[in-house]
């Protein structure tokens, strides 16, 4: 795999294993882009599972968003923060279930319960001159400079 974009470490599989997901094109003008999960195996990770997306997925956030008891996967693209559903196999559909628009290609994103309801939520930062985007697993999506945030992370 070439040009990694993201990764991060979930149990996308479901078997109580951290798997490895990693962002971006496979080989040079492919036309490949996606996500790509290796399987944790115990001892080591597997062969991966290529999903293929429409727009090459950046920076992630992993967490059970729908709250159907899988972990999802957030990514940003080149114009959106998009949340790609999970039926626990971790192969992840071609385009996100959810999608939030954004102006910038964010080059980080972040999750956590910040609204205090229990449920997770995401944070795609901008550059300073652009508001930063945080939208609730509820769904409530704002957009606000981060320094206005009602509540401080932890």
Not at 54 to 70: I, K, S, V
Not at 98 to 113: E, M, N, Y
């Amino acid at each position: 795999m070439t040009n990694v974009r993201g990764g991060i470490l979930a149990d996308l599989t479901g078997d109580g294993r951290p798997d490895l997901a990693l962002t971006g094109a496979r080989g040079t003008h492919t036309g490949i882009t996606g996500i790509f999960v290796l399987p944790g195996t115990g001892t080591g990770l597997g062969a991966p599972i290529i999903d293929r997306t429409t727009l090459t997925p950046g920076a992630m956030a992993a967490a059970d968003y729908n709250r159907d008891g899988t972990i999802e996967l957030a990514t940003t693209t080149i114009v959106d923060v998009g949340i790609f559903t999970n039926p626990g196999t971790a192969q992840f559909a071609p385009d996100p279930a959810t999608s939030i628009i954004t102006p910038f290609d964010s080059v980080a994103l972040t999750g956590a319960d910040f609204t205090g309801d229990g449920k997770p939520d995401v944070v795609a930062p901008w550059p300073t001159t652009h508001p930063s985007s945080a939208s609730t697993s509820t769904p409530l999506i704002t957009e606000r400079p981060c320094s206005n945030a009602s509540r401080q992370p932890g």
